[in-house]
């Protein structure tokens, strides 16, 4: 069959990337059982991997069950990542004290024993479980033909640029802290998915929109590591210095952030549309 003059050739390869990220997806997760003692770092790459992939399916349209078994894996097997970035980012606080008795101590003892367990491996329900899931979505990958995803993506890659200004548009306009979280998360599914299944495609904004990522990782690290506190009973009464600085620190991303939106992000984007 001759192509149409209408085709393009940038996402062609969005059914092979996809399988292909799902295959690695397995060998990881098969991987665990026998990771010798490394189980952080793979966890690690398991999860980008899977937050590449998840911006993928999210790019070709893909059911939102798909996504979502995507997103448990990882939810699953965050537990290590997420301790240990809570004690890297309690250290960046400055608020450790070894003094006998400071609430600083406590905080830092429950933060480092956390991370300790959480390198053991994950139990092999979780991997059985994690296994399953990705190959239901290869499976419904392989049902598709190259030229139905090419054109899905194409689509999709519209759709999660305008949701991703969308989101940028709604943080600028600073109604609830909450929607620096949402855009890091659509800034995160648009660069994973473009990269994943068109990494070749010149993207307008793409620097830009790394650098957001970044700084909002950051500010996410930090609102983790706020949670944990609360959920320890270290609350703001009970640990006011830290508090200070770690909400003193967050605001100052969110309004590097809202900068580098308004600034340099924004233009780029709406010149592009234009």
């Known amino acids: ?13 969005a059914r092979a990337a996809l399988i292909g990220a799902c ?45 979502r078994w995507i997103a448990v894996i990882g939810r699953m097997l965050g537990g290590v990542r997420d301790a240990n970035v809570r004690v890297k980012t309690w250290h960046s606080l400055g608020a450790h004290s070894t003094a006998t008795g400071a609430v ?15 390198t053991r491996r994950p139990p092999q329900g979780v991997i059985d479980w994690s296994l399953a899931a990705v190959q239901q979505v290869q499976a419904r990958i392989e049902a598709c033909s190259v030229e139905d995803l090419a054109k899905r993506a194409e689509k999709g890659s519209v759709h999660l ?34 990269a994943l299944v068109a990494p070749d495609l010149s993207l307008p904004g793409k620097e830009e929109t790394e650098k957001l990522a970044s700084n909002l990782g950051d ?5 983790v590591l706020a949670q944990w506190l609360n959920s320890r009973g270290f609350t703001q009464a009970t ?11 967050q605001e100052k991303i969110r309004r590097r952030s809202i900068s580098l939106i308004r600034k340099d992000l924004m233009p780029v984007l709406t010149a592009r549309d234009s």
């Open 161 to 194: 640029g305008r949701r991703l200004k969308k989101r940028l548009k709604r943080t600028l306009e600073r109604v609830d802290n909450e929607d620096f979280h949402e855009t890091r998360k659509a800034a995160k599914a648009w660069l994973g998915g473009m």
């Open 104 to 118: 600083e101590s406590a905080i830092t003892g429950l933060l480092e024993l956390e991370a300790d367990a959480a």
């Open 239 to 249: 640990a006011k210095a830290a508090w200070k600085v770690l909400r003193k620190r």
């Open 23 to 67: 295959e690695e997806m397995k060998k990881r997760l098969h991987g665990l059982t026998d990771s010798h003692g490394r189980i952080a770092d793979e966890i690690h790459l398991l999860r980008k991997l899977g937050k590449r992939l998840r911006g993928g399916l999210a790019l070709i349209g893909e059911a939102k069950p798909c996504l």
């Open 1 to 13: 069959m001759s192509e149409s003059p209408e085709a393009t050739t940038e996402f062609d390869g």
């Open 219 to 223: 500010e996410n690290d930090l609102e």
